[in-house]
């Protein structure tokens, strides 16, 4: 794999872009209080963008639900005022209050409506589902590298530059301003949408949403008449295209593509991005749309166009998307060794997965009493904290969901980098475990340093992967 | 809906539904129903009719956003397959199929495809085009009329018991739409040539053609490709020996074990058919006169050996029956279909109607013409070509069950039915899934008809053991299924080798 070296530098332009998706996380890494800010923004950053809708889940019926979860005594009172207080401003609050219902919740298993037997909420531990995509030898036509251009170019797509310092990979959503009318955006090789049982857009890759509000009511037409009639639309060819569509509970994935690649591939790709979406979401956006089918999705992934971006760029780059598995970064048996010893020895006190990865490289991997991640969590969660800007500038606690793991509730994530590539991800079940995992952290990182992990690390980076000697 | 054993009965039209529409009609509200040119089952309600034709203009428009070039093919949903066929401009048909993997029902899209396309081509060649018959009368009757009694005769030809079977995976080794040759000898070809000559002249200054099928193949032909697959097709599925002595049934239904139906049951449908017509047609299409070439049991053979029908009408007075017409597809003409046969040759000539002047009488004076001329060449053609046939398994290779297609000349032979027949449902699944690759590449341009440069090649160990190995080269390609080879798969690629040296002149081998 080679190294995406373009990755940590979004252009002025791009930044304003994202500026306008998510406020710019300003925090003071030392500071208890501005860590606390940090998860706000992050939740706000999440959860952030449209003003509340009459007709959306009506936010009061959280509030009113005794913060308890965080035992930190001198923190409480602060900290659900501070939530309080940020209902007005945002909608984070209702996203919030989402997650908090959640716990409540607990592990609860939804049967998947479609009976197709790779759902993500089947008892999720690893090893269950097989590879059942082909090898799918999908040749590099789905480019996303490429110089930005302002004019709409049907090459875009499908043009390979020859250096990749030139080209930069634009991280987010380019060509926002296009619509089903535009010559270009038909003419794009893959397009990804999500959208509601009820039609309305949530994601589009190309394009904004709001103005596909009717090529998104078409798709829904289409998913739902078929229904009607009995039966699941799967799959539509024409020519060289193929439309695939996928549907989970009230959410409706569909693929338009003219690349070469089996009906099979596309469908994981599909289930994939669906998995990214309850990452982020958990399963409780069913419960959403079952109170309200006009449910408006939107505001709750505001921001995250980054993250399908990303994890849309890395099915035509990282082989982890169909084989189903991770890749290690190469390294000396001693060194991985000693990475490992001591996130053993934090896993035993009560995290549930720690992971050491460099890049979308794992360095090391441990769960709690043998439980094991599988590797589709593991692809979205790297996919999510690396294309996630906040998460580099200061430590952060997150939560998260993990789909094959449990998609109904949510974990918690600590995230912090150690260094430019290098980030380490605790995982906990329990939302007050912040000191704890920073302590650990701390001694983590000072063991690291210790025995010259970070250094093997970054120098196993540059040298690139694998290498057969002479 | 399911097709399980456990569901109670399956209605016919789960299984099967096909309809013919012209996007160009109903567009206003209320007139809907004006689109419908054909709708099988007939008795399905309007409402279920008209949400299957709005499904398919529904795909067709969405597709055409993104592939305005290419049209929409398939829809491949749980329990059916919608097969997508443009016949004529804006002229769609759509094939809804049920799919299963308990029953038989497990279908390759661009077989299903092919069973649409030779019915319009046929249609077109008895009929003319649709186009032609809607701006004939824009009504819609006319053309109604003639598509349902046209397509409800064909299918009979598919009808087991009281359902339509239609090509699955056990005719993997089939490619329909293709000409069966027959190889002969060199003194033989001599001998036809020569006989094509005399039959020329017979036809004299009329500008002629002549096709001659000896058994169920071709030995030569006049025509260009597609019409002569067309006549081929027409006249194995009516014409030829076989289905005379056999009281009219046709080779597919010859081939399917279990009951072929006999002669009175076939009639006995074919009234049905026309009694479910009254129950679709309006009244005023009462005077459509609707020649059905393809009702069973029609054709007879006539003392002087030509053969004769009553399809076409018969004139007034004499009762002596009308000299069939049909018409070609490229030149539009309109010609006079004459059959003559002699034990296992079929002769097929056809007469350009205009240069016949005096109509019916002119053509029973070419007959007399060709019986003094060409009777005795005739029946030394006969002779030679039964000497050098090598009978049903005359094309059998012991050891490989094959399928060879040549694109450019639609020419295709296989391994005779017999012998398909021993092969495991296994084997014909895997082979069935190798020709849906090899479709989906050839309808990306990667296989190729016209470019003639990208070789493809395709081998797979289906879990009975079997091999299915498939090659494509220069627009043509050649399928095997080895069901007894070795283990390895450099026996089995031998195995293709020594095949293609030797049957193919080495045109599938790689150097």
Redesign the interface.
């Known amino acids: 794999m080679a190294s995406d070296s373009s990755y940590a530098s979004p252009s002025s332009d791009e930044e304003e872009e994202s500026a306008g998706q998510k406020p710019t996380v300003d925090v003071n890494i030392n500071s208890i209080d501005t860590s606390l800010d940090a998860i706000e923004n992050q939740l706000s950053s999440i959860a952030l963008n449209a003003p509340i809708d009459d007709g959306t889940v009506s936010s009061t019926d959280y509030h009113e639900e005794p913060v308890s979860e965080i035992d930190d005594g001198s923190l409480r009172e602060s900290v659900s005022e501070r939530r309080r207080n940020s209902i007005g401003e945002s909608s984070s609050s209702r996203g919030s209050g989402l997650w908090r219902n959640n716990l409540e919740v607990g592990v609860e298993l939804e049967p998947e409506g479609d009976g197709a037997p790779s759902s993500p909420s089947s008892s999720g531990y690893a090893g269950e589902r097989g590879s059942s995509s082909s090898a799918a030898s999908a040749s590099d036509t789905d480019v996303i590298r490429e110089i930005r251009e302002n004019g709409s170019s049907m090459c875009d797509d499908g043009v390979v530059p020859l250096d990749p310092a030139q080209a930069q990979w634009i991280r987010g959503k380019r060509h926002a301003d296009e619509d089903?009318g535009s010559i270009s955006w038909?003419k794009r090789k893959k397009h990804f949408f999500i959208l509601s049982h009820s039609g309305k857009p949530i994601y589009s890759r190309y394009g904004d949403e709001h103005k596909l509000a009717g090529f998104s009511a078409?798709l829904q037409?289409?998913i739902s008449?078929?229904e009607?009639?009995?039966?699941?639309?799967?799959?539509?060819?024409?020519?060289?295209?193929q439309?695939v569509f996928l549907v989970k509970g009230p959410i409706y994935l569909v693929c338009?593509s003219?690349t070469?690649e089996p009906?099979e591939s596309l469908r994981g790709q599909l289930e994939l991005l669906y998995g990214q979406m309850i990452l982020i979401l958990t399963r409780s956006v069913d419960k959403c749309f079952e109170k309200n089918p006009k449910f408006d999705m939107t505001p709750l992934l505001g921001g995250t166009d980054a993250v399908f971006s990303s994890l849309i760029h890395s099915f035509s780059r990282n082989p982890a998307t169909f084989l189903h598995a991770y890749t290690c970064l190469p390294l000396a048996y001693t060194t991985r060794q000693a990475a490992g010893a001591i996130l053993q020895d934090v896993a035993d006190t009560g995290v549930l997965f720690a992971i050491l990865m460099c890049k979308d490289k794992v360095v090391s991997l441990v769960g709690l009493q043998k439980s094991s991640l599988h590797p589709d969590d593991m692809l979205l969660l790297a996919n999510f904290v690396m294309s996630s800007e906040s998460f580099r500038t200061s430590e952060s606690f997150s939560p998260i969901c993990l789909p094959r793991y449990n998609p109904m509730a949510f974990l918690y994530a600590y995230v912090h980098y150690l260094d430019v590539d290098t980030y380490l991800t605790l995982l906990t079940t329990s939302s007050q475990a912040f000191f704890h995992l920073k302590e650990c952290r701390i001694q983590i990182e000072a063991v690291l340093k210790k025995s010259n992990v970070l250094n093997e690390v970054e120098r196993s980076l540059s040298d690139g992967g694998m290498r057969i000697e002479d | 809906?399911g097709l399980s054993s456990a569901a109670t009965t399956t209605t016919p039209s789960d299984l099967l539904k096909f309809c013919i529409f012209d996007l160009r009609r109903g567009q206003h509200e209320g007139e809907e129903l004006e689109k419908i040119l054909f709708f099988f089952p007939a008795d399905l309600p309007f409402p279920a009719q008209l949400?299957v034709i709005?499904?398919s203009e529904?795909?067709i428009t969405?597709?055409r956003?993104?592939?305005p070039?290419?049209?929409?093919?398939?829809?491949?949903?749980?329990?059916?397959s919608h097969v997508f066929f443009e016949a004529e401009p804006d002229i769609w048909m759509v094939m809804v199929v049920a799919k299963s993997k308990e029953t038989e029902a497990i279908w390759r899209i661009e077989a299903l495809r092919s069973v649409l396309k030779e019915i319009h081509s046929l249609f077109v060649m008895f009929h003319g085009s649709i186009r032609v018959l809607l701006d004939k009368e824009p009504g819609g009757g006319l053309t109604r009329s003639h598509l349902f009694t046209f397509i409800m005769d064909y299918l009979t030809d598919f009808l087991t018991g009281n359902k339509f079977t239609l090509p699955n995976f056990r005719d993997s080794l089939k490619e329909r739409g293709t000409v069966q040759m027959l190889t002969v000898g060199r003194e033989a070809a001599i001998e036809v040539q020569s006989l094509v000559g005399v039959l020329d002249s017979c036809m004299a200054n009329t500008l002629g053609y002549s096709v001659i099928l000896f058994q169920d193949l071709l030995v030569s032909t006049t025509l260009t490709p597609d019409d002569t697959t067309n006549l081929f097709s027409y006249g194995t599925l009516r014409l030829t020996p076989r289905i005379l002595s056999s009281g009219g049934t046709s080779t597919w239904s010859y081939l399917r074990k279990g009951n072929v139906p006999s002669q009175a049951e076939l009639a006995s449908r074919s009234a049905n058919t026309l009694s479910a017509l009254d129950g679709f047609r309006d009244p005023s299409s009462d005077n459509y006169r609707i020649v059905r070439p393809l009702q069973h049991g029609k054709w007879s053979k006539g003392k002087d050996g030509f053969l004769v029908t009553d399809i076409w009408g018969v004139e007034v007075g004499n009762l002596v029956p009308t000299t069939p017409t049909l018409w070609l597809q490229q030149t539009e003409h309109k010609m006079y279909l004459c059959v003559y046969q002699h034990k296992s040759l079929t002769i097929i000539l056809l007469i350009p109607v205009t240069s016949m002047l005096n109509g019916e009488e002119g053509i029973s004076m070419l007959k007399q013409q060709l019986l003094e001329n060409a009777s005795a060449k005739i029946f030394k053609v006969e002779e030679k070509l039964a000497k050098g046939w090598g009978g049903e398994n005359a094309y059998h290779v012991k050891g490989y069950r094959y399928l060879l297609v040549d694109g450019d000349r639609n020419i295709s032979r296989a391994s005779p039915p017999g012998k398909v027949t021993t092969l495991a449902k296994e084997s014909l699944l895997a082979l069935n899934k190798v020709r849906e690759d090899f479709d989906l590449e050839k309808?990306?341009g990667n296989v190729d008809a016209v470019n003639h440069e990208k070789d493809l090649e395709i081998c797979i160990r289906a879990k009975n053991n079997a091999w299915v190995i498939a090659r494509s080269t220069r627009g043509k390609q050649l399928y095997i299924l080895l069901e007894k080879a070795n283990e390895t798969l450099l026996y089995a690629s031998e195995a293709v080798e020594k095949f293609s040296d030797r049957y193919c002149n080495g045109a599938f081998s790689l150097d």
């Not at chain 1, 009995?230 to 799959?235: A, E, I, N, P, Q």
């Not at chain 2, 070039?69 to 059916?80: F, G, Q, R, S, Y």
């Open positions: 089903d038909r078409t037409a289409i008449f078929v009607n009639g009995g039966d699941r639309v799967k799959l539509v060819r024409a020519g060289k295209h439309v338009i003219c070469e009906y | 809906m949400s709005g499904l529904g795909l969405f597709t956003i993104f592939s070039e290419a049209a929409c093919e398939v829809i491949e949903a749980d329990m059916h309808n990306r």
